[in-house]
């Protein structure tokens, strides 16, 4: 494993994300989960990211039993406040301190600012850096940042409002968004205001994990030791300001594939961005729908809509047009025929997808 310092620390450059864990039946598989917590302690991993949300408020309660067998100085735990879940700080943060068994969190972020969360948290009478300074100051919390899915000028507004208090910043970052979603003026911004740069959705969701068939050779070819989701690591290796690198990994062959990676600090040759490049640029023309997965969604759906599956199925259906994939999805319950277009979906999701819009064209069969 390879690591990288941020400040007086050691960070293993792989993380471990808990958003995506194994489930079964709808719940965290807790053996197969506490499997994949197991090997990246073995491997090295120090660094294991959580929030309030994910799993439905789960991840942060089996996280804390899972990594309860090792030594609290051999791990670094984060988790997230996200204002929208829940606007009393301090009641969260206690009951995120009891989920997780610990008497401090080392990395402390406020989640998901975007331009329909910023003036929530930066709301005077809520004193929500006053708060994360005293716990700091008390030792509960190590070190502050932010998740930020907003556009450049909310970042950077973000950033000038917090400039005493933040440490770090997390942004979706990878290959195919440093153009499609400006995550490269995002990360620009973060850089001129002296902070590290924490990366999330380094393979979108699984989504750079494979290409296709057409693409996914192309990368073979150049490069016959990496796998197709190596390629957007080793991208990320060649930005400076890059400190940390999340995975959201939920089998033992994500975090094989991933450890394997992250053995040797490799970057890409110039031939080899180009390439990569040129790939993003044919595979992102052909991507109808940019979902990560990441969820946000799911939670408030008043008909229990697995939404990340029929935007996935959308950008397949524009690709593969195949019709009895779109029969059998307008029959499904719980499928794009009960979308009932409130429009929940859209308000929580971080690239603001048009999540009614894309269940009507699938029931119409207008997919792109």
Known sequence: MIYKDFQDLSLSRLGMGNMRLPVKLGRIDTKKAQEIIDYAMAQGINYYDTAYVYHSGKSESFLGQALKKYPRDSYYLATKFYVMANPDIQKVFEEQLRRLDTDYI????????????????????????????????????????????????????????????????????????????????QYEIITEHGLPVWVMEPVRGGRLASLGEKYDRMLKQAKPDWSVPAWAFHWLMGLDNVTMILSGMSTTDQIRDNVATFQTEETLSKEAQMLL??????????????????????????????????????????????????????????????????????AHCPQSIDVPGYMEKLVSGRYA
């Open 106 to 185: 080392d990395f402390y972020l406020i989640h998901c600012v975007n331009e329909e969360t910023i003036d929530a948290y930066m709301k005077k009478d809520r004193h929500y850096l006053d708060f994360l300074m005293e716990q700091k100051a008390k030792g509960k919390i190590r070190h502050i940042g932010f998740s930020s899915h907003g556009k450049p000028e909310t970042l950077e507004r973000f950033l000038t409002w917090g400039r005493d208090c933040f440490e770090f910043v997390q942004i979706q970052l990878n290959y195919l968004d440093w153009t499609m979603q400006n995550a490269k003026r």
């Open 277 to 346: 490049m040129n790939v993003a640029a044919g595979y992102q023309s052909k991507l109808a729908v940019p979902c990560t997965a990441c969820r946000y969604c799911c939670d408030g759906c008043p008909e229990n809509i697995d939404i990340p599956v029929w935007m996935n199925l959308y950008n397949e259906l524009s690709l593969t047009k195949d019709k009895a994939a779109w029969e059998k999805a307008i029959q499904a319950e719980h499928g794009p025929a009960s979308c009932i277009g409130c429009g929940q979906c859209t």
